[in-house]
């Protein structure tokens, strides 16, 4: 199964990983640090010109989403209830 992230990201449910809202790189050194780390190592992907709104993270990539977090996570559960 697949889930939309925004613009033309589809990713596959098993890469998933982790899914935030945008705040918590403001509010947590350690998350800011993650999110850096991945920049630094050309891992970090923004989707389409939006202002980011989640923090997706998978296997391979952490991607900046302009699509809330609540809503990614309702289209993921929908998958797993599958």
């Known amino acids: 199964m697949y889930i939309h992230l925004g613009g033309e990201k589809i990713i596959r ?5 982790a899914i935030f809202d945008i705040s918590i790189e403001k509010s947590s050194k350690i998350s800011k640090q993650f999110v850096v780390h991945a920049q630094e190592s050309k891992l970090l992907e923004r989707i389409g010109e939006e202002e980011a709104k ?3 993270v998978t296997k391979n990539i952490v991607y900046y989403s302009p699509i809330s977090s609540s809503t990614l996570k309702k289209r993921a559960k929908i998958l797993l209830e599958i």
Not at 13 to 17: A, D, H, K, Q, T
């Open 54 to 56: 989640s923090i997706v």
């Open 13 to 17: 449910s098993s890469e998933l990983i």
